[in-house]
């Protein structure tokens, strides 16, 4: 069976990651998670003291900077230069500071390299916000999931407080708020539905009703 390209964009918190690896682990293929990519440069970058406002020194990190994604039985583990940066790199820190280093064109150039590499075979799932647009515009299937900013903040807030994290619902919300209207206003491949996704509002269904209707796409497609 032929093996195809899934893209899956959205805004913040639209549930992108949890049913993208939903449906790699159905068809067994490749996860790719390229907001991962994005959050391991931010909190290199945060560590070693580079202005993120500073696209060059940017890009100079980025070319000295190894970023491998591995697949564990819970999804997916990320390797910032051979360190495990996992936990690391969801903290509110890299969270409040990601949209700024990834608004730079020549990061994004060589990211999107990066990616390209990585989905070179098919077989792959990959999520972010100009995946369909981008990164794989000729991606078999394509996905655009959205969701109300309050839905997508109640969901952040159960699962910090399931993992025992603190959690303010309000700030949640405007923190996504202001991503969101970073990423899709920024001028290098702004976060956009690409004319060909189908759109899914997940604000009332379950993940699984989400990864079936997905799956149902990608059947009378392949
Ligand atoms: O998906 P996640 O929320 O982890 O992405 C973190 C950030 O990385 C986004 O808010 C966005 O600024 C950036 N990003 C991007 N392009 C992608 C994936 C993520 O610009 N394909």
Request: aromatic share 4%.
């Amino acid at each position: 069976e032929k093996k195809i390209s899934v893209a899956i964009d959205g805004p913040a918190a639209a549930g992108k990651s949890t049913v993208a690896k939903i449906v790699a682990g159905t068809l067994n293929y490749i996860y790719v998670d390229t907001g991962a990519m994005y959050r391991a440069l931010t909190y290199k970058s945060l560590s070693e003291g580079v202005d993120i406002g500073n696209e060059i020194a940017l890009v100079h990190l980025l070319n000295d900077t190894v970023i491998e994604l591995k697949p564990n039985d819970y999804g997916q583990l990320v390797f910032l230069d051979n360190q495990n940066v996992t936990e690391e790199i969801r903290n509110n820190e890299v969270t409040a500071s990601v949209s700024e280093v990834s608004k730079h064109k020549s990061i994004r150039e060589e990211m999107v390299r990066r990616q390209q590499l990585l989905a070179k075979h098919g077989g792959i799932v990959m999520d972010g916000r100009d995946i369909g647009t981008h990164v794989l515009p000729a991606a078999e299937v394509k996905v655009f999931l959205i969701a109300s900013v309050e839905e997508r903040a109640l969901r952040r807030h159960q699962e910090n407080i399931q993992k025992g994290f603190s959690s303010n619902l309000g700030k949640l919300k405007e923190e996504i708020s202001l991503r969101d209207k970073l990423d899709s206003e920024r001028e290098v491949a702004p976060l956009r539905k690409a004319h060909d996704a189908i759109e899914i509002d997940t604000t009332s269904l379950s993940v699984q009703q989400v990864a079936e209707k997905i799956m149902s796409w990608i059947e009378e497609r392949t």
